[in-house]
């Protein structure tokens, strides 16, 4: 009988990226582009405790969870995690604030945003952090999340399979875009989000790795948060940053690295794929690949 590696497996290029720890910055990344839809956000704002200050952190943890569990989980952990987060958007309905009209969470353009905007995050984040991905790769990574999709109830033949489908989705997105004072009033919360006393090094951190995953953003993305678009040497410099960034958080020990089940994870798919468990030179995540989800909720979503 074949091993159940779930929606991907060794070799894959979703495993390669989702097991680089450079990925929580693309968390910020994410959650700044999916908080640009009004319906996404606002849905996100009334019923999920992402937004809650006291309990975002938690909130965050879950979602990384759910991430890992979906990219390195078994097909039956896949799909009891898929099966709790579209009970949950099944029944949430959001508030527009500017008509007072109702619609629902679990609506195709909805999860369509969330999962173009983490697939954007982790391949943008993966691929100026020094990743190893060539063009092949980035268009296999964009095809294999359509895998990802289908748990929260696409069809992923409606979904973008490659990057020119991705950008193609993004330029016609553009227009429905706005920052809303909801998503100013989130972002601000996430820059002093409090954090237990084992976990008070994140204090520092926190704002770093989110203002570095801003001046990550596409230019269109920046300007909307009404940040420069274009300034001089600005993406060097990031790119820069995100590079020295990574190389502190591949000596980390694990246990700083992740949540415990994605250091689980993790350990799980480097020992398949016969890598060592954590890199400690960058490029050490080499020619493999690996990604995760669990029952916690996306970056974005309402899951709770």
């Known amino acids: 009988m074949s091993p159940d590696n779930g929606l991907f497996g060794p070799g894959s290029v979703s495993w390669r990226v989702h097991s680089d720890p450079v ?10 582009i999916q908080s640009l839809h009004p319906h996404t956000l606002w849905g996100t704002y009334q019923h999920s405790t992402l937004f809650v200050r006291k309990h975002a952190l938690a909130r965050l943890f879950r979602t990384a969870d759910y991430v890992s ?5 078994s097909t039956a952990e896949v799909e009891r995690a898929g099966r709790r987060v579209r009970a949950i958007h099944d029944r949430l309905r959001g508030r527009d604030l500017d008509t007072g009209e109702e619609y629902r969470l679990d609506e195709p353009v909805n999860l369509m945003w969330v999962h173009c905007g983490e ?6 984040v993966a691929q100026r952090a020094g990743v190893p991905l060539t063009a092949a790769d980035t268009d296999a ?4 999340q359509r895998r990802a999709a289908a748990v929260v109830g696409l069809d992923p033949a409606t979904v973008p399979g490659s990057v020119a489908e991705l950008e193609a989705y993004f330029e016609r997105m553009r227009p429905q875009l706005r920052l809303t004072k909801e998503a100013v009033a989130g972002i601000r919360m996430w820059l002093v989000v409090p954090a237990p006393p084992r976990l008070a090094a994140l204090l520092l951190v926190y704002p770093v790795l989110a203002g570095l995953a801003f001046a990550l953003l596409p230019p269109w993305a920046r300007r909307l948060y009404r940040l420069p678009a274009t300034l001089p040497g600005l993406d060097a410099a990031a790119t820069l940053a995100l590079r020295a960034v990574r190389r502190v958080m591949l000596v980390l020990p694990a246990r700083y690295r992740g949540t415990t089940l994605q250091i689980r994870h993790i350990r799980t798919a480097r020992a398949l794929e ?6 400690t030179v960058l490029g050490g995540c080499a020619p493999k690949s ?3 989800a ?3 909720g996306e970056v974005g979503s309402t899951a709770r």
């Open 69 to 73: 569990t979906r990219t390195f989980g």
């Open 274 to 279: 016969h890598r060592p468990n954590f890199p």
């Open 290 to 292: 690996r990604a995760s």
């Open 23 to 32: 990925m929580w910055v693309a968390a910020f990344y994410a959650l700044a």
């Open 119 to 124: 697939v954007l995050a982790y391949l943008r």
């Open 141 to 144: 990574y964009v095809d294999e």
């Open 294 to 296: 669990q029952n916690g």
